[in-house]
């Protein structure tokens, strides 16, 4: 017992080892993962790239959290509100040093990646004029889309996207000359939600800060999978969802460096996020608390500390080996069913592999595979211009977390087989 | 549930060989359905005589095979019927879609005769709108008129 009563983080429950990754340790920390579905079949969970299942530690913490230390933060002079502000902070501490900020005054709670785009996206656009250009790329979420067209119609700005190959890897040359005098600013996919694509960021930063500009990386994808030093990236703005991050729906974390932060005008306004407020005039807080207006998800960002304690402890060599075998088996057994395309065959890839089966409908694949008890995404992943770039309305997208197993992959191709048979 | 519950081969049947597909130049009524979940379009077209029956009822477009096994089939159910009893057979459609086999009465999957395959549906309910696509978009091309009446789009949104 510490001083919170009980475990704050992932202590006792994680039975991850230290040493070597161990796929069944890991998956004994998942309880879901015993959860019989349809057809009596048990869970096989490969939806991890819409939203991750979450470790005991991390359950047992937010339940722990409401059950003894359930208060507001940062305004009680008693003892519960003092251990949710400790919790609160803590948690906030955990993603500084998970992401290697250098404080953190530079990590922002927000409500997942979404929110963290939008918040930047509503400070820059106050920067723009007629004229001026912000770059994304062709493979960007609908949520590192909309934001910026959102800023350019406020300000006449003009969106220019980086064009894709047909295996899913961004033109760099054709970036390169896309940046000029009138690029205000860069935002761009880490990882592609729907190809896979892991893109050279850290180059494409180093690009756009020889012309002055900030890039902003949108690494809800990329965070479950590499380890990230905002440090080693440079870059200016980071966003990732908790939910993607074995974490709790509902908290997300927006990294901005210091001085990036301290230029942007505040988001939303209420409490929190004031420092005196009279009828005439408003002084705001400091930076982070500047943008977390109202009460924040306490519980959230206790639970993702949490999920943050318990990737901390895994041998992330073996996590990159494990998943990318995963990865590598399930393309060449998935390629090799006759009717398989795959969509998204970068030479760097996370652990995504998206297809479509002859002129069977991703929906139907998914619900064939839905009766066998694999869940799989079908549809167009928030990111109807990659599909439209291959001409697809849609697909099926197998995605791989840390306690997916070989023979898992096994069990999607046989059931992949089975759809065959009964749509071919 | 079993697979085959879902997919019944009427089902697949008429997926794999859509009766009625195209287009009917001069429809007297034609709207167009879109699906924003998965993308599925579907433009259902009729032609309505001076009695107020229905003489002829196509569709086209791409969907999973749920969305175009019903499309298919509402072409066939409606032929020859009236306006009023295309309503009335949209209303049963989905009425069974929202019951299921064991939560419909007997004399409403009778009364759908063939369509009744589709009850099981109920049990997917994220593909409850890929079966009443077609039914929603040709109830609003019903309320339609005149030569070149086309309503905006029917999403299920």
Known sequence: ?424 | MDLRELYQETILDHNKAPRNYGEIPGASHTAHGHNPLCGDRVTVQACVDDQGRITEVRFQGNGCAISTASASMLTEALQGKTVAEANTLVDRFQELIRLGADGSDEELQASLGKLAVFAGVCDYPSRVTCATLAWHTLRSALETTGADASTGPVTTE
Request: aromatic residues 6%.
């Open chain 1, 1 to 424: 017992m510490n001083r919170l009563g009980g475990t704050d983080g992932c202590g006792a429950t994680a039975a991850a080892a230290r040493d070597a990754f161990d796929v069944a340790a890991v998956r004994r920390d998942f309880p879901i993962l015993d959860r019989v579905v349809r057809g009596g079949e048990q869970l096989l969970y490969l939806d991890n790239a819409a939203s991750a299942q979450k470790p005991a530690c991390t359950v047992d913490a937010i339940d722990h959290y409401y059950r003894n230390s359930n208060a507001n933060v940062h305004r009680g002079v008693h003892a519960l509100s003092e251990e949710a502000t400790l919790l609160y902070e803590g948690a906030r501490e955990k993603a500084q040093r998970f992401l290697n900020a250098q404080r953190s005054a530079e990590i922002v709670f927000v409500r997942g990646a979404t929110e963290g785009i939008n918040l930047v996206a509503n400070g820059i656009a106050r920067r723009l004029q007629a004229g001026d250009e912000i770059i994304v790329s062709q493979m960007e979420h609908h949520s590192n889309i909309v934001p910026w067209q959102m800023a350019c119609s406020a300000s006449g700005a003009q969106l220019r996207v980086i064009p894709m190959n047909q295996a899913g890897e961004l033109d760099l040359s054709a970036y390169a000359a896309l940046l000029g005098d009138q690029t205000k600013f860069v935002a761009l996919s880490h990882m592609s939600n729907a190809l896979g694509t892991l893109n050279p960021v850290k180059e494409m930063i180093r690009l756009a800060h020889e012309r002055g500009v900030q890039v902003l990386l949108d690494s809800a994808q990329a965070a479950p999978h590499v380890r990230i030093d905002v440090q080693d990236l440079d870059c200016d703005f980071l966003v990732l969802s908790g939910h993607k991050l074995y974490g709790p729906t509902g908290i997300g974390v927006l990294y901005g460096r210091a001085a990036a932060l301290q230029d942007l005008p505040p988001y939303q306004g209420g409490g929190e996020m004031i420092r005196t407020v009279t009828f005439e005039e408003t002084t705001y807080n400091d930076v982070p608390w500047r943008f977390e207006a109202g009460t924040p998800n306490i519980a959230g960002a206790v639970g993702l500390g949490a999920s943050i304690d318990y990737l901390e402890r895994l041998d992330w060599a073996g996590v990159h080996r494990h998943e990318q075998e995963l990865h590598d088996l399930a393309t060449e057994q998935i390629g090799a069913i006759e009717g398989v395309t795959l969509i998204g065959t970068a030479a760097t890839k996370g652990s995504i592999v998206t297809f479509t089966l002859a002129d069977v409908h991703p929906h139907d694949v998914g619900t064939v595979l839905d009766t066998r008890g694999i869940a799989v995404r079908a549809g167009h992943h928030c990111a109807q211009p990659v599909m439209d770039f291959y001409s697809v309305a849609a697909t099926v997208r197998a995605s791989f977390g840390i306690y997916n197993t070989r023979e898992e992959v096994e069990r999607l191709v046989a059931a992949l087989q089975g759809v065959r048979e009964v749509f071919l």
